[in-house]
């Protein structure tokens, strides 16, 4: 009885270890939503479906929307916004061929839904409580912008803003 406690104990012990190795792993490759969005971005600039797959939430939100020139002619304007929400293959593809992302870096410090508000109005409920990362087009040219909005546990893409 005693030998068989002890095997019980020693098993025991190993499955503890064997869960805290996984556990350590599993936080020395997780990745920040930098890293996430870099990801993102990647596969879409290379039309890499199976890896954008892998880092998408179905259904995926996406808002798409146009600059027209201003009404007195200078300058230009929020224009059109199509909203859709993604969830066949086909969609997956037919986005990811349609879309580009020129910026290179992922800028996460001080995005906030807030900043946003006239792009995202009426888009609260796919918006809220998702980490958002800009991409910007140039430098200083903010009108040309591509946000993610990706989920705080798992860093996968829940939403999309173009324009």
């Known amino acids: 009885?005693?030998?068989?406690?002890?095997?019980?104990k020693q098993l025991l012990s190993l499955s503890m270890m064997g869960l805290i190795c996984l556990l350590l792993m599993a936080c020395q490759t997780a990745k920040s939503t930098q890293e996430s969005a870099l990801q993102i971005k990647a596969a879409?600039?290379?039309?890499?479906?199976?890896?954008?797959?892998?880092?998408?939430?179905?259904?995926?939100?996406?808002s798409d929307q146009k600059w027209e020139s201003a009404s007195d002619g200078i300058g230009f304007m929020l224009g059109e916004r199509s909203d859709k929400?993604?969830?066949?293959?086909?969609?997956?593809?037919?986005?990811?061929?349609?879309?580009?992302?020129?910026?290179?870096?992922?800028?996460?410090e001080d995005i906030t839904f807030s900043l946003?508000?006239?792009?995202?109005?009426?888009?609260?409920?796919?918006?809220?409580?998702?980490?958002?990362?800009?991409?910007?087009?140039?430098?200083?040219?903010?009108?040309?912008?591509?946000?993610l909005g990706l989920d705080k546990n798992t860093r996968l893409l829940r939403s999309i803003y173009i324009n």
């Open 116 to 147: 946003f508000s006239q792009e995202l109005t009426n888009l609260n409920s796919q918006w809220k409580d998702l980490e958002l990362v800009l991409f910007k087009r140039g430098e200083g040219d903010v009108e040309h912008v591509v946000l």
């Open 1 to 8: 009885m005693h030998k068989q406690f002890n095997k019980i």
């Open 85 to 108: 929400k993604i969830s066949s293959d086909l969609q997956i593809k037919q986005l990811v061929e349609a879309i580009h992302i020129i910026g290179s870096s992922a800028i996460t």
């Open 44 to 62: 879409i600039n290379e039309n890499d479906l199976i890896a954008f797959k892998s880092f998408i939430t179905l259904p995926l939100f996406v």
